[in-house]
């Protein structure tokens, strides 16, 4: 079974502009999530889809959204970007809902390899 | 304030040995906890998931370990690899359905 994919894998923008980033989760997942990597952050949740619905969100500003297909296929979008925009954006998805924000049992959440942004 | 501390923040060890990492945190109500490890430009992958209940659970030469009294969880690495070379990551999930991530700790191993 083929693992999470994401594409662009590499992306250079300047500051301003906006972009898109896609994630295909494992055949048969119907949650995806989404969260920024940085060296002085760590790992921090952006926001989790369920259904074609955003289930959850974390404590970014509204120039982040995203959006779910009906193929579960999701993207996020980030608007008039800011030097502090560069990370690795991780997409992770798993069977069920509610795992990006802390599943009680003992599900596995599945990571794509990111998305590295860089905003000059 | 973070509630998930990990440390050391890096380590160095010499391929062969063994090497423990810890986790310490603050959320309270507890679910379970993670312990994921990160490749250099890679995505995380998930060694370990504990619940309350669980004291330690193994992954091949990874064990973790689970004090939920103290709010105190260990990585145990036996006998090292230069494949550990990573960065590793504790996940702390609380009973609000929030995830706390710790900053990691960076291992290299060494020939």
């Known amino acids: 079974k083929a693992g999470v994919t994401q594409t662009p894998r590499y992306l250079i923008k300047t500051r301003g502009q906006q972009v898109t980033l896609s994630c295909s989760p494992i055949?048969?997942?119907?949650?995806v999530s989404w969260y920024q990597q940085t060296p002085g952050q760590g790992l921090q949740f952006l926001f989790e889809?369920?259904?074609?619905?955003?289930?959850n969100k974390g404590n970014f500003p509204g120039r982040f959204s995203g959006r779910q297909f009906s193929n579960s296929r999701s993207e996020m979008n980030v608007s008039t970007l800011e030097l502090g925009d560069s990370a690795l954006y991780l997409c992770?998805?798993?069977?069920?809902?509610?795992?990006?924000?802390?599943?009680?049992?003992?599900?596995?959440?599945?990571f794509g390899p990111g998305t590295r942004l860089l905003v000059l | 304030k973070n509630q998930v501390e990990q440390s050391p923040q890096s380590l160095i060890i010499l391929e062969g040995k063994n090497c423990t990492l810890q986790?310490?945190?603050?959320?309270?109500?507890?679910?379970?906890l993670r312990w994921y490890k990160q490749d250099t430009g890679r995505g995380p992958v998930s060694l370990t998931i504990?619940?309350?209940?669980?004291n330690t659970k193994s992954n091949g030469r990874y064990t973790a370990t689970l004090d939920a009294d103290t709010k105190q969880s260990s990585l145990h690495i036996t006998a090292s690899q230069l494949s550990d070379s990573a960065s590793y990551i504790c996940?702390?999930?609380?009973?609000?359905?929030?995830?706390?991530f710790g900053a990691g700790t960076t291992v290299t191993v060494r020939a």
């Open positions: 992770a998805s798993n069977l069920a809902p509610g795992l990006a924000v802390g599943g009680r049992g003992q599900e596995t959440q599945y």
């Open positions: 055949s048969g997942h119907r949650s």
């Open positions: 889809y369920f259904s074609e619905t955003q289930r």
């Open positions: 986790c310490n945190y603050t959320v309270s109500p507890f679910s379970n």
């Open positions: 504990m619940t309350f209940s669980e």
């Open positions: 996940v702390v999930s609380g009973d609000d359905y929030k995830l706390s």
